[in-house]
């Protein structure tokens, strides 16, 4: 197969996994649309498809009908679940270990099109829950594994899609500050999860008087939530002890 001509789709951290592996398997987008604002070349091209992933942007149906074999997401998700801005955060916080990545062609309605293949990934016990741009990174990878799989047959037209199943379709949301703050006093379990999958924006973190403190670091030992590394407000990251025998001296 020669090398398609396609633009790249992404606004985050979590795109650059994809890029990266992209480049790996020598397969290089013609243009990469890394803001929110569509540029005018994108309309004067005969594009073979678009790739999006994790572009924080819904992108109109005049845009989705503009290239012949129309717009492939990677969506960090086991479609029809966790559909939405979050799925990985959310399969942390849900606590399930058996995840994956869903290839999809888009339509209108959000993370409902059709389904070109899915990889199943189940992270061992002991090494969940990862923190979740960590996950994310595994999945964007595989993702991009699993495109570079079936794109041959996509593109030629032998491909089977597989409609999504309405009835089994659950959505997350975009998580905000408040459902990262972390309540040292409750349930360790779920406090631990909150820390492991909130490692960027938003970030994990509790209130010390008037300050905010984050967490990046933390263990579960015996049932026991125990912070490792923290960043109070103003300062660099420390040791949670270090900052607890600072907050006595005050």
């Not at 996994?17 to 013609?30: I, K, M, Q, V």
């Not at 942390?92 to 209108?108: F, K, S, W």
């Not at 829950?129 to 996950?135: F, N, T």
Request: charged share 25%; hydrophobic share 40%; glycine share 6%.
């Amino acid at each position: 197969m020669k090398n398609p001509l396609f633009a790249f789709f992404g606004t985050s951290v979590d795109s650059t996994y994809a890029l990266r592996a992209l480049e790996t398997h020598g397969l290089s987008p013609a243009l990469v649309v890394d803001t929110k604002d569509i540029p005018m070349e994108l309309y004067n091209t005969e594009w073979d498809f678009f790739l999006v992933a994790s572009y924080g942007k819904i992108l109109k149906k005049e845009v989705l009908d503009l290239p012949r074999h129309g717009c492939i997401n990677i969506h960090p998700s086991l479609l029809p679940k966790f559909r939405g801005p979050s799925p990985y955060v959310s399969a942390i916080l849900a606590d399930e270990r058996e995840t994956g990545v869903t290839i999809m062609q888009m339509a209108e309605k959000m993370d409902a099109g059709p389904i070109l293949a899915q990889a199943r990934i189940e992270i061992a016990a002991e090494d969940w829950p990862p923190k979740g741009l960590l996950l994310s990174e595994m999945l964007f990878t595989e993702g991009v594994n699993l495109l570079v799989e079936v794109l041959p047959e996509y593109l030629d037209g032998t491909l089977k899609l597989e409609t999504q199943d309405e009835n089994k379709a659950t959505y997350t949301k975009k998580f905000t500050d408040e459902d990262a703050l972390i309540d040292l006093d409750g349930d360790p379990r779920q406090q631990f999860l909150k820390i492991r999958a909130f490692d960027k924006n938003p970030r994990a973190h509790f209130i010390q008087g008037t300050k905010r403190v984050i967490i990046t670091d933390a263990h579960l030992i015996d049932s026991k939530l125990e912070l490792l590394t923290v960043i109070p407000e103003g300062k660099k990251e420390m040791p949670y002890n270090d900052y607890l025998r600072g907050v006595r001296k005050n």
